[in-house]
Each structure stands twice: as C-alpha cells, then as structure tokens.
C-alpha cells in the first residue's frame, strides 16, 4: 500500500515556473514506477510524464515534452514535476500516481495508487 500526498501548486503568469512534488509513504518506493496526469475542467484525466523506478527512463507527453521534467529522490521518497514555460492550457489539478508494473506506463488503469491532486492555475 503506498500513500501519495501531493504539493506545490499554485497561481502563476504565462510563462512562470513551478515544482511540484509528491511524497510517497512506505519502504519500498523505489520498486514503484512514478507518473504524473493532470485534468482540466470538464476533460478527461490525461499523461503528463512518468518515471521508472531507479530513475533511468522518463517519458512525456508531448504537449509538455522540452518544458516539464519528472524527477525523483527515492532517498526521500518524493517525485517531482518541474514546470516551465508554463501556458493557460496546462491549467488543471494535477496528480501523482504509482504503479508495480515495470516499464514506463502512460495510462490511467496502470497505476493502482493516486494522490488527491494539487491545482495549477496559468493565467494569460
């Protein structure tokens, strides 16, 4: 059973930056694959970016690709997502998620454990 609790959300300008972070519960973290997803209002929760499990492998959505970074510390057991360049678009509560299966897995029905989401606003 993992614990997901997430953070670093906020209001910035078109263009800022924010990190946010997810800490995880449990000892085992690092056998976990990581990902983030994020839902805007009135869509459907979609791929932001995930990461394996000993932080060799990352992979993007391609909206975000060249402007978010997935991270993660498994000595603190927290994954990041750096957000640069940030746009209205990428407006949304944004969640961590965690996932047994080896690889790097970019759907929904992949991860077995989520936060509760921390919302990032983008005003223009």
């Known amino acids: 059973q993992v614990q997901l609790v997430e953070s670093g959300g906020g209001l910035v300008q078109a263009g800022g930056s924010l990190r946010l972070s997810c800490a995880a519960s449990?000892?085992?973290?690092?056998?976990?694959?990581m990902g983030w997803f994020r839902q805007a209002p009135g869509k459907e929760r979609e791929f932001v970016a995930t990461?394996?499990?000993?932080?060799?492998?990352?992979y993007y959505a391609d909206s975000v690709k060249g402007r978010f970074t997935i991270s993660r510390d498994n000595a603190k057991n927290t994954v990041y997502l750096q957000l640069n360049s940030l746009k209205p678009e990428d407006t949304a509560i944004y969640y961590c998620?965690?996932?047994?299966?080896?690889?790097?897995?970019?759907?929904?029905?992949?991860?077995?454990?989520w936060g509760q989401g921390t919302q990032v606003t983008v005003s223009s």
């Open positions: 998620a965690a996932s047994r299966a080896v690889g790097l897995m970019t759907v929904r029905n992949q991860y077995a454990y």
């Open positions: 449990g000892r085992t973290f690092s056998s976990y694959a």
């Open positions: 990461i394996n499990g000993i932080a060799t492998n990352t």
